[in-house]
């Protein structure tokens, strides 16, 4: 873990503490997470949630000072079943829809549900290991919703989401998309672009020898990255800037939001005047639209 001071960043903006990310669904079935720079680089605390028995163990036993992974299937408070699928990344507490899932090429068998689990959920503003709440990470197959609505309090200061949305549910009762972007413009938070997009074929290319054009599927799902309302600077506070900027610029390699966070952190006197050039600098070059 290298210290603190040998990030430029974290040194030009000097924030009050580390970044608080929170995790829901933080099995790491689809690769790294997001933060894992910042989290390899001390610069973040990392609190995640995981129902699975197997991966909470897993997670602790990799775990580092600053992370901390609790058994709590995160939701809107009330009993629920675990629909435990053939695949565990359609593990879900909503069922899956067979009808959806034949849609598409190999969906009926990896939707196979082979155990159902009844499962307690808690209302994520009802969590008390959550102090602090910078960014949210959701990867829960259909529960966005209810954890955003369940979460209001506590999400009041985050400055950035990440979260899965569907574009075609194969879950009965998921919200799509649209649902969940206008759940979360209500709180406050503008999309900023997808991180992943998943395509996926459709069952019918399955017959004969047919190769569907991979460039040319339907869009299933995507992991979708929100920020805090970033169109003036009084909405969000100096000290909330500078946490979007040490997101955008180790999560996301944003560096045009990271300028913008600067600008507007160096409007309000949360930053010196010369903290633009520093980034600039610590670029290696003039950042350009061409």
Known sequence: MLHLSDDELFTILR???????????????????????????????????????DAIRRLNAQKGTTECYLPYAIGDGNEHTLFVC??????????????????????????????????STKRLDDVQEIVELDLLK???????????????????????????????????DQPPLGVIDSELREMGFLPYG???????????????RYVPNESWQPMIEGDLVYIRDFTRAENLTGEQWKQLALIAHHCYEATDLVLRA?????????????????YVKLLGHQPSIS
């Open 86 to 119: 053939e695949a565990p990344g359609m593990t879900s507490l909503l069922e899956p829809d067979p009808d959806r899932l034949d849609l598409f090429y190999g969906f009926r068998d990896l939707g196979r549900i082979n155990r159902r689990i009844p499962t």
């Open 15 to 53: 924030p009050e503490r580390l970044t608080a990310i929170v995790d829901i669904g933080a099995n790491p079935i689809d690769g790294d997470p997001p933060y894992k720079a910042m989290l390899e680089r001390g610069l973040c605390s990392v609190l995640g949630f995981e129902p699975s028995a």
């Open 138 to 172: 959701l990867d829960v197959q259909g529960s966005e919703l209810a954890i955003l609505r369940s979460g209001q309090k506590k999400l009041a200061h985050a400055v950035a989401i990440q979260t899965e949305v569907s574009l075609i549910p194969i879950y009965r």
């Open 262 to 278: 600067l600008d507007m952190a160096i409007a309000l006197g949360a930053v010196g005047s010369e903290a633009r050039a520093q």
């Open 194 to 208: 997808f991180v992943e997009m998943k395509l996926w074929p459709l069952s019918s290319a399955a017959a004969g």
